[in-house]
């Protein structure tokens, strides 16, 4: 709070509020407060003071003494005190486990080693602190006030005096020592404890051992104020810090403010020596990430066990070959879907099924022309369909499979199938000949009849197409079709089951993944000052009325 010198004896002057001057104890000299020249409040020569205005003031304190400095001159315990487990031994040993998958990726030698025995219950020497941050803030601020009337603008500026005193209370902050096994990193990844329900640290098992044959370290019981278990540097910044920021957040309601001085120091209350319980198995050959420690109260697990490459790679492997044998099935199974074309056999007239519904009546009666014509050449069967290409996989295993159910009830020397699917805009085409048809119509001139007509095919006009074919197929009669060799394609079956089975191996990577490194240890690191909790007490407040500034605009 705003604090002038007397000019006449040099001591300090206290503001009387309710008079609006400052008086000096020493030598009663007084000033008033529309006489004082500084900055913070605004300008001299317009300075004005309402008493009415210091009727609320704000003046409230309690007893405790203010304090600023460092100091951890408290009470300190000489006997330790042990955090009970709540996590029973066959508790731990399931968790562990757990932990391990039952050796399902852990190494031989390390299966072997450890299944038999489980983790053992230790006790971690820590220092238990509990401490207060102690603040105080001088400032000088203003709140404006602005009334206009028909004849002027008056802007008023009330300036304030402003103090506070503030303590954040810190209780159960636990300290590790990095000289441990766990150190300070791993305990504080194990998160809280509670410390309800401590107890002398004379039997901490009841079983008749005494602490130190448990413990994984041993404190300085009789020197609370060892550099192992001393406050760290970055909870000491903390606290000040969270100080300063706890006073500057307690001044509301103003303007704008001015600080005259700010003051943050922290002061230690009790340093009790702990026993913490972890359950904790480590291990010869692995490092020590690899080390299994659990927090005896909550159950939260630190670590990772140590994983087989072998054992992994083996485990995607027959993942991988599992998920693509049941893949390929799958898609066997829908290949091999039967499709009805209702398909009648007359071995005089050559066989047209229109299931797509592509074909005019009058374009059958053409392809049927055309048919005939070609079987008086070559006394082969013609059998003519269409589908919707979505209902097969492969259009010449699907001409097999068709050629599988008919040829039987066909006495016809020859047979020529030819099948139009319809694919969204457009058209694929099959062509196959069976029996002699075989000979003057092999695989090589029927891929290149396929990709011309698939290259010139329109599913507005699957008429031209037809027409195509068997100009086409006269050439090839005529011995006159030179074929063209077409782009070659991989069976739509054999691309699927080939994206099956890299879709597999995908999978195989992500399961084993998620079994290897799921939930294996804490998730995220806490600094030393990360588990810090604390209460926030306002010891002193005062929003003292100095004097205030006034500004008045005439209105025309």
Not at 172 to 179: A, C, G, L, Q, W
Not at 182 to 198: E, V
Not at 216 to 239: A, C, H, K
Not at 400 to 408: A, E, F
Request: aromatic share 8%; glycine share 6%; hydrophobic share 30%.
């Amino acid at each position: 709070m705003l604090t002038i010198n007397c000019p006449g004896c040099g001591n300090t002057m206290n503001l009387s509020s309710t008079e609006g001057t400052f008086v000096c104890k020493s030598c009663s000299h007084s000033i008033p407060v529309t006489e004082l020249d500084l900055p913070q409040l605004g300008s001299r020569s317009k300075s004005v003071y309402y008493p009415e205005k210091a009727a609320d003031n704000i003046n409230t304190s309690d007893i405790r003494p203010a304090s600023g400095s460092h100091s951890d001159k408290k009470t300190h315990s000489e006997i330790p005190q042990i955090i009970p487990s709540r996590i029973s031994e066959e508790e731990a040993v399931s968790a562990y486990k757990k932990w391990a998958k039952n050796g399902l990726f852990s190494p031989g030698y390390f299966y072997k080693k450890n299944k038999s025995t489980g983790p053992e219950l230790k006790y971690v020497p820590a220092m238990l602190y509990t401490f207060t941050g102690h603040g105080s803030i001088e400032m000088t601020g203003n709140k404006i006030d602005e009334t206009v009337n028909s004849k002027e603008r008056r802007i008023t500026t009330d300036y304030y005096g402003i103090r506070r005193l503030i303590d954040i209370e810190c209780d159960n902050y636990v300290r590790f020592s990095d000289e441990n096994i766990p150190g300070s990193y791993i305990m504080n990844m194990l998160n809280d404890y509670s410390f309800d329900d401590m107890k002398d640290a004379d039997d901490p098992s009841g079983t008749g051992r005494t602490c130190d044959s448990m413990t994984t370290g041993t404190p300085d019981m009789n020197s609370p104020d060892s550099d192992s278990y001393r406050l760290p540097d970055d909870v000491i910044e903390f606290i000040l810090n969270e100080t300063e920021k706890e006073l500057e957040e307690s001044v509301t309601g103003y303007s704008s403010t001015y600080t005259e001085e700010i003051n943050t120091g922290y002061s230690i209350n009790s340093k009790t020596p702990i026993l913490v319980p972890v359950w904790m198995k480590t291990h010869d050959k692995a490092s020590s990430a690899n080390n299994f420690y659990m927090n005896g109260q909550t159950g939260t697990i630190y670590g990772r066990p140590v994983i087989s490459r072998l054992k992994t790679a083996l485990m995607i492997t027959l993942l991988c070959v599992i998920l693509s044998l049941i893949g390929s099935f799958a898609v066997y199974s829908i290949s091999s879907a039967e499709t009805d074309y209702n398909i009648v056999i007359n071995d005089v007239e050559p066989v047209i099924s229109d299931t797509a519904d592509i074909l005019s009546e009058y374009d059958e009666i053409s392809i049927r022309d055309y048919a005939n014509s070609q079987k008086e050449e070559t006394g082969f069967q013609y059998i003519i369909l269409t589908v919707d290409s979505s209902s097969y996989e492969d259009k010449e295993y699907e001409l097999q499979k068709i050629y599988g159910r008919l040829k039987d009830s066909i006495s016809a020397p020859g047979i020529v199938l030819f099948l139009m699917g319809t694919d969204g805009d457009s058209l694929e085409c099959a062509l196959q000949g069976y029996k002699e048809a075989k000979d003057r119509l092999p695989r090589e001139i029927c891929d290149s009849i396929e990709a011309e007509l698939e290259q010139t095919a329109d599913i507005g006009a699957p008429s031209q197409t037809m027409t195509a074919l068997f100009d086409t197929l006269e050439l090839v009669n005529n011995g006159t079709y030179v074929p063209t060799e077409p782009e070659k394609k991989s069976s739509n079956i054999v691309q699927l089951i080939i994206l099956v089975i890299l879709i597999s191996a995908a999978l195989s990577v992500i399961l084993v993944a998620f079994l290897v490194l799921s939930k294996n240890r804490a998730s995220t690191r806490k600094t030393d000052s990360g588990n810090i909790q604390f209460t926030v007490r306002v010891r002193e407040q005062k929003d003292i009325y100095i004097r205030s500034s006034e500004t008045v605009y005439k209105l025309k």
